[in-house]
């Protein structure tokens, strides 16, 4: 089992740039996909961004591309979120979550993210 916590979130002024991050506790983080998620209010909760346990890959929401990055970091079992030219409709609660074989999944407790036009 994995426990998630986020933290980085807060206000920013549209333009700005924030980075979010992702604490995993627990054993073989590095066994584990990781992703990013957010749900505004009255939303879905939508995927943003996703790597693969290895890193070697990356996937992004068409909402994102060229402006979110989420890069990990193995030695301090950690996942972030590198968000640049923010943009009022980003406000959201950013969500992490670990997955392991496709089956078990762990989601953190969320961080808000409120950027002003």
């Known amino acids: 089992q994995v426990q998630l916590v986020e933290s980085g979130g807060g206000l920013v002024q549209a333009g700005g740039s924030l980075r979010l991050s992702c604490a995993a506790s627990?054993?073989?983080?590095?066994?584990?996909?990781m992703a990013w998620f957010r749900q505004a209010p009255g939303k879905e909760r939508e995927l943003v961004a996703a790597?693969?346990?290895?890193?070697?890959?990356?996937n992004y929401a068409d909402s994102v591309k060229g402006r979110f990055t989420i890069p990990r970091d193995y030695d301090k079992n950690t996942v972030y979120l590198q968000m640049n030219s923010l943009k009022p409709e980003d406000t959201a609660m950013y969500y992490c979550?670990?997955?392991?074989?496709?089956?078990?999944?762990?989601w953190g407790q969320g961080t808000q993210v409120t950027v002003s036009s």
């Open positions: 627990g054993r073989s983080f590095s066994n584990y996909a």
């Open positions: 790597i693969t346990s290895a890193g070697g890959s990356t």
């Open positions: 979550k670990a997955v392991l074989l496709s089956v078990y999944t762990y």
